[in-house]
């Protein structure tokens, strides 16, 4: 069904964390009631919405009951039980499709995906022994991350494998769980581009990010990002070649490597709103959330262009400790996401300072 949505009509959001939130609070900027599931009670997204589901992501009689009650159903975390998502889309539209979410969740199926359209990743195996760990570092070399092939973010579910480690330790950490190992790659920086396509195969790019990362949670993401034209270029080219292979309806975030050699290479992606694009919500002219949200319900595509420079900053743990601070700073716009708790590693909100754009 390729109807849009009108507004006022109900959204469903898989996930309760804070990319819900704020695509929640996009949502009803343009007259969308938003309707969440989520296992966790009082989240960040329950707190902005008009309804919630509290029930287990494989509770089948919840997820018929919420897809019965809204008109499009999306998500803010891919992980999500195969099982589940075909019950939900066999009731009610699922933008970006199930085929989407099966390539993303899968660190495997993801890096086939690129290399078989051309897209270059760094050197990869799969593993499923100690056995074949010892022969993948063997041909990629070290140092090499080894990585579970499903769930796993900021940080958490990989190794570092260098010259001291014991891989059969390393494998041992894995708990069994299929993995890939990914070779090392020594470079110049990272960048993001999130690319949108909608209903009509129309795609609107936000500009090239430059993210840095700290204890494999990104700590800021820069715009403009310091790299050339052409460079930009062929990286938002990535993008949305992968957006068209992918037949995508909603958002996409695909990281990259920038190699000392000035070419690109993918990391991984992302079918959602992504941590870096908050900056988009202060210095573009359409942000991401709502262009997340314009995309599901099959509305024409706002303009993505930047008016402003920025630096987003991520609030990680008693970091949130500073938001009076950040009120009181000139040019700085605050993002909280309602989580009661400050814990180490956990994102608590957001702060992005901008200032004019520079030509």
């Keep these: 069904m390729n109807t849009p949505v009108a507004p006022g009509g109900t959204i469903g959001i898989i996930g309760g964390g804070q990319l819900?939130?704020?695509?929640?609070?996009?949502?009803?900027?343009?007259?969308?009631?938003?309707?969440?599931?989520?296992?966790e009670a009082d989240s960040p997204t329950e707190q902005v919405a008009a309804q919630a589901t509290v029930a287990a992501y494989d509770d089948m009689a919840a997820l018929e009951a919420f897809a019965r009650a809204v008109d499009v159903v999306t998500f803010e975390f891919e992980n999500i039980p195969a099982a589940s998502v075909r019950l939900l889309t066999s009731l009610v539209p699922v933008r970006p499709s199930w085929k989407v979410l099966e390539v993303a969740q899968d660190r495997i199926s993801e890096k086939r995906f690129f290399n078989g359209i051309g897209i270059a990743t760094a050197p990869w195996a799969e593993i499923n022994s100690a056995a074949e760990l010892k022969a993948a570092v063997d041909t990629i070399g070290r140092p090499a991350v080894l990585k579970t092939t499903r769930l796993g973010y900021d940080g958490k579910g990989q190794v570092?494998?260098?010259?001291?480690?014991?891989?059969?330790?390393?494998?041992?950490?894995?708990?069994?769980a299929p993995a890939v190992l990914e070779g090392f790659i020594d470079f110049a920086g990272e960048i993001s581009v999130i690319v949108a396509r909608g209903l009509d195969?129309?795609?609107?790019?936000?500009?090239?990010?430059?993210?840095?990362?700290?204890?494999?949670?990104?700590?800021?993401?820069?715009?403009?990002?310091?790299?050339?034209?052409?460079?930009a270029e062929?990286?938002?080219?990535?993008?949305?070649?992968?957006?068209?292979?992918?037949?995508?309806?909603?958002?996409?975030?695909?990281?990259?490597?920038?190699?000392?050699?000035?070419?690109?290479?993918?990391?991984?992606?992302?079918?959602?709103?992504?941590?870096?694009?908050?900056?988009?919500?202060?210095?573009?002219?359409?942000?991401?959330?709502?262009q997340f949200i314009r995309a599901v319900c099959g509305l024409p595509l706002g303009n993505p262009e930047r008016h402003s420079d920025a630096v987003m900053t991520n609030l990680i743990?008693?970091?949130?400790?500073?938001?009076?601070?950040?009120?009181?700073?000139?040019?700085?716009?605050?993002?909280?996401?309602?989580?009661?708790?400050?814990?180490?590693?956990?994102?608590?909100?957001?702060?992005?300072?901008?200032?004019?754009?520079?030509?």
């Excluded at 795609?203 to 494999?216: G, L, S, V």
């Excluded at 500073?322 to 702060?351: C, F, I, N, T």
């Design 160 to 176: 570092k494998i260098t010259a001291q480690t014991d891989l059969d330790q390393a494998w041992a950490s894995m708990d069994g």
């Design 20 to 39: 819900g939130r704020m695509a929640a609070l996009a949502a009803a900027r343009l007259g969308y009631r938003v309707h969440v599931f989520t296992p």
């Design 317 to 359: 743990g008693d970091d949130v400790d500073q938001w009076l601070d950040v009120l009181k700073e000139p040019g700085a716009k605050l993002h909280l996401y309602g989580k009661a708790q400050a814990r180490p590693g956990r994102k608590m909100g957001h702060v992005t300072r901008i200032q004019p754009r520079q030509y």
């Design 234 to 290: 062929r990286a938002t080219q990535v993008a949305l070649k992968a957006a068209q292979a992918l037949d995508l309806v909603g958002l996409l975030a695909v990281e990259m490597f920038v190699t000392k050699a000035g070419e690109v290479l993918v990391n991984e992606m992302a079918p959602r709103p992504h941590n870096s694009g908050h900056w988009t919500m202060d210095a573009c002219v359409t942000d991401q959330f709502e």
């Design 201 to 231: 195969g129309f795609c609107a790019t936000f500009d090239p990010a430059w993210n840095i990362h700290t204890n494999h949670i990104l700590d800021t993401t820069t715009i403009p990002a310091p790299i050339s034209a052409p460079l």
